[in-house]
C-alpha cells in the first residue's frame, strides 16, 4: 500500500484523485488547502490529517518523512490553481515523493525542462493527468488514424461547451495570469488528445478569444481541426439548454460522431492504475499541449474570415 498526500483537497477535481487513491486501495495520509470546505473527505480518508496553512502542511510532510523514512510520503497528488502547479511539483520532489499533477502541468513549456533538471537531481518522477489517453473511444480512434494510408487528412471538429457561473471570473480561473485562460484550463487536455491521435502540430490560428470563450484551428499531420472552447451557457445548443444540460462536449471526423462523454470524468483510476503499475504519463508527454497553449495565448485572433468553427458564426454578426 502507498501512501498519499493530497494539495488542493477542496478543488473541484480533488474528489476524483481521493477516489482514484481509495480504488487503487492505496492511503491518504495528509491533505492540503488554504479553504476548509473539505468535507468530501470524510467519504474517503477521514483520518487524513489536514491543513489551511502550507507551512505547517510542510513541516507534517517533513515529520513523517524523517520518522518513517523514504516511504513516508510516495507520492504527491496536485489539485491547486494551475500557477502554483510548477512549484507544488517541486514541493513534492524535494519531499523524496513523486509528483500526479492535474492539467496543466504548468502554464509554460520552459518550466517542463528545469522540473526535467530537478527529476534527474532527486531521482523522483512526474507524473500528469492526461485522462483522455485513456478513453476507449479515443483510442479505438488514434488505432483508426495510425491504420490510414499515408497521406491521409482528416477533418476535425471539436467543440467543448462546460458552462460557469459568475464565480468563475472572480475566481483565478478568470485571471489568465493563473489559469492561462479559457484554452489552457479547459481545452489542455483536449489539445494533448489532438496530438496523441494526429502527431506533429503542424500550424496553429486564432479566430477569437474573449475571456469565456475561444476558437480557431490546428493542423496535424493526419487532420485540419476547428475547435471551439467556451464557458459561457449561451453557447449550449438550445435543444441541449432545455434539457438543462450545462455541459457539451462533441468531437467529429470527417462529419461522423466521436462519442467520448461517457466516463469522461472517472478515468483518474485508471490514470493511478497505470502509474502504480510502472506506467503514467511523464513530462514530455506533456510538451506538445503546453507549447500549444502557450503559443495560442501569444497569439492575436485573425478575425472571422475564412474558414472558422460554425460556433463563431454568430459572433461574426
Same mark, same amino acid.
Given at each position: 500500500?502507498?501512501?498519499?498526500?493530497? =494539495?488542493?483537497?477542496?478543488?473541484?477535481?480533488?474528489?476524483?484523485?481521493?477516489?482514484?487513491?481509495?480504488?487503487?486501495?492505496?492511503?491518504?495520509?495528509?491533505?492540503? $488547502?488554504?479553504?476548509?470546505?473539505?468535507?468530501?473527505?470524510?467519504?474517503?480518508?477521514?483520518?487524513?490529517?489536514?491543513?489551511?496553512?502550507?507551512?505547517?502542511?510542510?513541516?507534517?510532510?517533513?515529520?513523517?518523512?524523517?520518522?518513517?523514512?523514504?516511504?513516508?510520503?510516495? +507520492?504527491?497528488?496536485?489539485?491547486?490553481?494551475? +500557477?502554483?502547479?510548477?512549484?507544488?511539483?517541486?514541493?513534492?520532489?524535494?519531499?523524496?515523493?513523486?509528483? =500526479?499533477?492535474?492539467?496543466?502541468?504548468?502554464?509554460?513549456?520552459?518550466?517542463?525542462?528545469?522540473?526535467?533538471?530537478?527529476e534527474n537531481d532527486t531521482g523522483k518522477k512526474v507524473y500528469?493527468?492526461?485522462?483522455?489517453?485513456?478513453?476507449?473511444?479515443?483510442?479505438?480512434?488514434?488505432?483508426?488514424?495510425?491504420?490510414?494510408?499515408?497521406?491521409?487528412?482528416?477533418?476535425?471538429?471539436?467543440?467543448?461547451?462546460?458552462?460557469?457561473?459568475?464565480? +468563475?471570473?472572480?475566481?483565478?480561473?478568470?485571471?489568465?495570469?493563473?489559469?492561462?485562460?479559457?484554452?489552457?484550463?479547459?481545452?489542455?487536455?483536449?489539445?494533448?488528445?489532438?496530438?496523441?491521435?494526429?502527431?506533429?502540430?503542424?500550424?496553429?490560428?486564432?479566430?477569437?478569444?474573449?475571456?469565456?470563450?475561444?476558437?480557431?484551428?490546428?493542423?496535424?499531420?493526419?487532420?485540419?481541426?476547428?475547435?471551439?472552447?467556451?464557458?459561457?451557457?449561451?453557447?449550449?445548443?438550445?435543444?441541449?439548454?432545455?434539457?438543462?444540460?450545462?455541459?457539451?462536449?462533441?468531437?467529429?471526423?470527417?462529419?461522423?460522431?466521436?462519442?467520448?462523454?461517457?466516463?469522461?470524468?472517472?478515468?483518474?483510476?485508471?490514470?493511478?492504475?497505470?502509474?502504480?503499475?510502472?506506467?503514467?504519463?511523464?513530462?514530455?508527454?506533456?510538451?506538445?499541449? =503546453?507549447?500549444?497553449?502557450?503559443?495560442?495565448?501569444?497569439?492575436?485572433?485573425?478575425?472571422?474570415?475564412? $474558414? +472558422?468553427?460554425?460556433?463563431?458564426?454568430?459572433?461574426?454578426?
Open positions: 500500500m502507498k501512501q498519499f498526500a493530497l =494539495i488542493g483537497a477542496a478543488g473541484y477535481v480533488a474528489p476524483r484523485h481521493m477516489k482514484a487513491i481509495k480504488e487503487t486501495g492505496n492511503e491518504l495520509v495528509a491533505a492540503f $488547502d488554504p479553504n476548509d470546505s473539505v468535507g468530501i473527505m470524510d467519504n474517503y480518508f477521514p483520518d487524513a490529517s489536514f491543513f489551511i496553512e502550507f507551512e505547517r502542511f510542510d513541516r507534517h510532510i517533513d515529520k513523517l518523512r524523517r520518522s518513517q523514512g523514504s516511504a513516508a510520503v510516495d +507520492y504527491v497528488s496536485i489539485c491547486s490553481p494551475n +500557477y502554483l502547479h510548477d512549484s507544488h511539483i517541486r514541493f513534492a520532489l524535494r519531499s523524496n515523493a513523486d509528483a =500526479i499533477c492535474e492539467k496543466p502541468l504548468v502554464l509554460n513549456h520552459w518550466n517542463i525542462d528545469a522540473l526535467k533538471a530537478m500528469t493527468v492526461l485522462q483522455l489517453r485513456l478513453h476507449p473511444a479515443i483510442i479505438a480512434l488514434k488505432k483508426e488514424v495510425d491504420a490510414s494510408p499515408a497521406g491521409t487528412r482528416f477533418d476535425v471538429n471539436l467543440t467543448y461547451i462546460t458552462s460557469r457561473g459568475k464565480w +468563475y471570473f472572480t475566481s483565478w480561473k478568470g485571471d489568465e495570469k493563473k489559469s492561462g485562460g479559457v484554452a489552457t484550463n479547459i481545452g489542455v487536455h483536449f489539445y494533448d488528445m489532438l496530438h496523441f491521435v494526429f502527431g506533429k502540430l503542424l500550424d496553429n490560428k486564432l479566430h477569437y478569444r474573449d475571456a469565456s470563450k475561444a476558437g480557431g484551428f490546428l493542423e496535424y499531420e493526419k487532420a485540419r481541426v476547428q475547435w471551439f472552447l467556451s464557458v459561457d451557457e449561451k453557447d449550449i445548443p438550445a435543444a441541449m439548454s432545455i434539457r438543462q444540460q450545462r455541459t457539451w462536449r462533441s468531437l467529429t471526423i470527417n462529419g461522423k460522431e466521436i462519442e467520448f462523454s461517457d466516463t469522461f470524468t472517472d478515468l483518474h483510476t485508471k490514470i493511478y492504475e497505470d502509474i502504480l503499475n510502472g506506467g503514467g504519463f511523464g513530462l514530455e508527454d506533456n510538451r506538445v499541449s =503546453i507549447e500549444t497553449v502557450g503559443h495560442i495565448r501569444s497569439l492575436q485572433p485573425i478575425g472571422l474570415t475564412g $474558414d +472558422y468553427h460554425p460556433f463563431l458564426k454568430n459572433l461574426s454578426k
